[in-house]
């Protein structure tokens, strides 16, 4: 998709989205968004199905983005920074460029193993020389990572607690993000991931009234806008 990671929610009932071919040139709705009607959430990182509010045609491999007619307006997410396609990335030709091609494991569709974990640090240390340091994951590939830990699991007092509140792997946090897509985990070098600010957050009307009422209902409206986008340093030190 072409939502940032690091920023609002995935996707909630009552959003305003477009749906665009993977070129990101033809509009499924004709520019005229759909609204997002009900979820049914992901279960171990099967594929989760999304209502929205009229119909449209549309094809694997199109990609969702905020409101209609709104392409390319959305921060560049983590899911593009690890991409390893030879491709132009934020200007930059990745064939040309190795340190600007991420790390990307293919899972071919079957669930999570502790395999698929290494194989993405061990990726990056051959790329750099040193491993990520962290996992981030969605809520249903971190349930289905607890999982494969639970039979492992050793009491030594007398108090049985058959869960877990924080997890790890290969010494490296393994942390949860709600912002992530259902089928997706990610290893990240924080120091690789910047903000570059254009203008920070704020109302867009700062010499008149911000607060405007909104007509036909009880209540006022004000516009807020930032300008920016992340910018990754070393997409080659990071992993999907």
Known sequence: TAFGQYGSRYLQIGDWVDVYDSTLTTSRTSGAGVYVNSITPSV????ATVVFSASLSSTTGDIVVRGGGRVNKSY??????????????QNIARGTYPITKGNHIAAGGVSLTESMLQQMNSAVEIATGDGFDEYLM????????????????????????????????ADLDVIKDVDIPPSMIYGITKDTVKFGEVAKLGFMD??????????????????????????YTRPNANAR
Request: hydrophobic share 40%; aromatic share 18%; net charge neutral.
């Open 44 to 47: 171990a990182g099967a594929a």
């Open 76 to 89: 560049t997410g983590l899911y593009a920074m690890t991409d390893d396609a030879s491709v132009t990335f």
């Open 138 to 169: 969605s809520q249903a590939q971190w349930d289905q990572y607890l999982s494969l830990a639970y039979a492992q699991k050793r009491f030594m007092d007398t108090k049985v607690d058959k869960g877990f509140a924080t997890a790890k792997f």
């Open 206 to 231: 700062e010499e008149g009234q911000i607060l405007k009422w909104n007509p036909g209902f009880a209540g006022y409206r004000a516009v807020p806008r930032e300008y920016g986008n992340f910018c």
